[in-house]
Structures are given as structure tokens and as C-alpha cells.
């Protein structure tokens, strides 16, 4: 049997009624999705640990202190991925509170031996670096596209209303991208297509 | 290296996922009750020219010029609809409707003190955070005290001052401002505390939203908490606890005592609001003084059933 799942546009609707169980559905879907966006980002997986969780609370306040109106786009994910962007900008500027703030927070519960994870997450945020160094070769705003196009996985249009600009744009941006960062591939890029 | 391909991220363990959304939704039902319950009601702006008090059904709502903070902050029992009519202005400030107090104890049981000495003005409150915000505390600066979130401001008793540079505890009691507020982010949360003669004020305790939600853990925060040990000048021991502790969300009440294996102080009866409380223990004796004291917590319910006892 089929289980129905709410769309985003009817947990939105939900969360204008401050529903806190739509909050923990929305939570649900999104949630690997924004850690990953913020891991990639900021190349950190404590940094994203906490952009997840200042990224849903933010969100909830949005619905909180007034009403957003109704969803924009098909789907939430590039409404709180703009939000992760803006919770990543705002803890890495204050990446000293935060360590402060960290070391005032009670001692974790043992979680027994955890090394193992510990070395492939090293292993994995060096694997970003490596990347991101790449990207680096871009402009922020050519970088910022193809973070949200090809790494997020946001439609063309959604992109664009992320970023405040005209779909042409994106797809401008895309294409340029790729022309300076050809030398760096091994082997030639597919051409984008856009997805619906 | 093709960098259109998104490089491979661990997902958040499944541990972690089920934490994050546990205190959302926790943090998600506490903040819209909050709205439930106290609901504001904003007046529109009015070309009046006379102070009015004005009347709506879901509660009160008293005009205010902009410069004025004299009345009480973050107190639904503050009766300040009824102070003298003011200039109005185009702010307002939502009174709660309810005239009833926190909890349905008119007084305190017997062998318990009470150190809620009511409300504190706003004016006093901000002063209080931007003394506070002076040491830095995660990051706060003094000019974050005006854009803070009250949740409430009070003045407490301290039964005992400690004086130091002469070693001893005064047992006359003095006031003592504490506030307790967000960060204008809602990222950091600290309370305050100020002695009323105007001393630099104390980082009680401060933390981010996980923090603040714990009291579901029904354990109290005592990462800010005083826990002294001395003498008074005349001679007598004392034991002198003071701190910020968040509570489960069912406890309307929360009393605290010390108690040693040879008896227990008597039981002081903390404030709270909102599930976060402050509170102070006080024992004074004479003789030797004890040893393997601790601090004791006991929890009650809105109908007066005791929840849980907790050391702390």
C-alpha cells in the first residue's frame, strides 16, 4: 500500500499554520540535503552539523514572526538552501564564538569507538578540499552556480530565483564556468541539460 | 577532477538526525505555544494625540512612546495597563490578558522562601545584559543588549552576598537583577545577573538553542551556577548556591535546598517562566560545616504533584 506523503507545497501551507509536525517533516526530507550542501560548501562537517540545525530553526522563525506567503517554487529546497547560505556566511564569520561555544557545551555521551568514521570523514572533507580549490579558479558568482546546479542539484529556475536572476543567467554562468575549467577536467564535460 | 560532479559527503548519522529533529520539535511546540498563549496584538498606528490604554478582546495593549522602558518586561502577571496613560506613539507593547500568576501558589508552603521580588523594568533589564555582554560571552557585545529578546526580567533576593576582599558572607539580604535573553539571532541565550547597587553584571549561564531546550533532560544547567562555601563574620558556616537551570516542560514550580547526610537546608522556591528558572540555596549554621553537601532539586506539576527530585 502506498503511503501518501504530503508535497512540499502542502507542508508549506502547514508550516503558515505553524504546525511544529510539519517542521519535523520538512526536518526529515531535507535534512541530508542541507548537510550536504553545507559540508561541500564549507568543507567542514562540524560547520555543517551546526548550519543544519541553525537552518531548520531559522526557518521556523520565518514562519513564526510573519508569514512568508505561499511557496514560490515547486520545491522548499531552494528556499532553505538560500538559508544554508546565509547560516554558512554567518557561522564562519563567527567561527571563534562558536568554538567558544563549543567549549562550554556539556561533555558529549560516549558513542563508543567511532574512529573509523572519524578517519573517512578526515578523508572526505580533504576529498572537498581538493575540489573546492578547483572551484576557487571561478568567480563567487560562477562558483556559487555551479555549487547550487550541479552539486545541489536545483533546477535551472530555482537557481535563479536563489540567486535573484534571470534563468539566462544561470545557464550564462554555467557555460562560462565550464569554459575556464576545462583544462582542469579529465575528460570532457556533458553538455547540461536542464531538468524539469 | 571534474568539479560539475559533487564531491562525496558523508550523511549526518542517523543519531544525530534523530537529535536535531527531537529538539526542533521541541523548540517548534514550545515557541508556538508561546504564541498561543500570548498571542500579540498590534495596534495600528494612530494619529491620536492623547495616552489611551485600549482594550481588545484577546488582551490588553498599552501605548508607549518610543523612548519610554519603564514598564515591566517579559512578566505576564505585570498589571501595566493600568499605569498612568502615556504618549502614544506608533510602538506598542502587548500585555498579556491574564492577571494570574505564574503558578496557582498564592504562598509558599511552609519552611520555603521565596526570592522573586516581581518584575524588573525593561530600562533596568538592558542595562543589566550590556554589563553583562561587556565580558564577551560566546561573542555577545554590549550593543547586542538593546536588540535582545527578553524573556524576563526580575529582581531576586540574595540571602547571602559574598564580600569579597573580606572573606566572608553578609547575611543581609540584597537585590539582585536577573535576566534572562536571546540573542536578537535567537543563536545565544544568556542570563544575567546585576546586584542592585549597579555592580558590573554576571554571566549566569549561557549556551545556543540546544542548550536552552534541555530542560527536557530534566537535568539543571549548572555550567553558571555559584556554589560557594564560607563563613559570615560572625562566625557561622554558610552554603550558597545560585544558578539558572532549565526545567521539564511539565514543572510549574521548582523549589531548591542543600542538603548534607546530616540534615538539609530549608527549601527556597526558584522562579520560572518559560521552563527556564533561576533559583538560590541558602544553609547557615553553626558548628562544624558540613560535608558532601549538595544541591536538591524538586519538580512539581500546575496541580501541585511533585514530578521528580533531582540533585544537582
Partial sequence: MAIEVDTDEVLWERLRRQEPEALRELFGRYVQVVHAFAARRSGSYALADEVVQATFVSAWFRFVRGDPGPLEQATARSWLLGIASNEIRNLSRARRRLTRLLSRQPVPVPMGDHADAVVARVDSERQIAEVRAALRRLPRHERETVELVYWAELTVAEAAAMLGVAEGTVKARLFRARQRLRPTFQSEPAEYEEQS | ?312
Avoid at chain 2, 514598564?71 to 506613539?89: L, N
Avoid at chain 2, 539580604?173 to 545577573?193: G, H, I, M
Wanted: with cysteine.
Fill in chain 2, 1 to 312: 577532477m571534474n568539479v560539475t560532479e559533487p564531491p562525496e559527503v558523508e550523511e549526518l548519522p542517523a543519531h544525530r538526525v534523530e537529535e536535531l529533529s527531537t529538539g526542533l520539535f521541541t523548540l517548534a511546540e514550545r515557541t508556538r505555544a508561546q504564541r498561543t498563549r500570548a498571542r500579540p496584538v498590534w495596534v495600528p498606528i494612530v494619529a491620536a494625540t492623547v495616552g489611551v490604554a485600549a482594550v481588545v478582546s484577546a488582551g490588553t495593549v498599552v501605548l508607549r512612546s518610543a523612548g519610554d522602558s519603564s514598564a515591566p518586561v517579559g512578566d505576564p502577571t505585570s498589571d501595566a495597563a493600568q499605569q498612568t496613560p502615556r504618549i502614544p506613539s506608533v510602538t506598542a507593547q502587548y500585555v498579556p490578558p491574564s492577571k494570574k500568576p505564574m503558578t496557582r501558589w498564592t504562598a509558599p508552603p511552609s519552611g520555603t522562601t521565596t526570592l522573586d521580588q516581581g518584575p524588573a523594568t525593561e530600562a533596568d533589564a538592558r542595562r543589566a545584559l550590556r554589563r553583562c555582554f561587556t565580558s564577551g560571552l560566546n561573542g555577545l557585545k554590549p550593543a547586542d543588549a538593546d536588540t535582545a529578546i527578553i524573556d524576563w526580567a526580575r529582581w531576586m533576593v540574595n540571602p547571602v552576598t559574598y564580600s569579597p576582599g573580606e572573606d566572608f558572607y553578609d547575611t543581609t539580604p540584597r537585590r539582585q537583577l536577573v535576566v534572562s535573553a536571546l540573542s536578537a539571532d535567537r543563536r545565544v541565550w544568556a542570563t544575567c545577573a546585576e546586584d542592585g547597587t549597579g555592580e558590573p553584571g554576571e554571566d549566569l549561564t549561557t549556551g545556543d538553542l540546544k542548550s536552552r531546550s534541555a530542560g527536557n533532560a530534566r537535568t539543571p544547567i549548572s555550567s553558571g551556577s555559584a556554589d560557594g562555601a564560607g563563613t559570615t563574620k560572625d562566625g557561622r558556616w554558610v552554603l550558597s548556591w545560585q544558578g539558572t537551570f532549565t526545567a521539564m516542560p511539565q514543572a510549574a514550580r521548582v523549589e531548591i535546598r542543600y542538603t548534607w547526610p546530616q540534615g538539609a537546608g530549608q527549601w527556597h522556591v526558584a522562579y520560572l517562566h518559560n521552563h527556564i528558572g533561576y533559583g538560590e540555596a541558602v544553609a547557615i549554621g553553626s558548628g562544624p560545616k558540613p560535608a558532601n553537601h549538595r544541591v536538591e532539586f524538586r519538580l512539581f506539576d500546575s496541580a501541585g504533584r511533585l514530578l521528580d527530585t533531582v540533585n544537582g
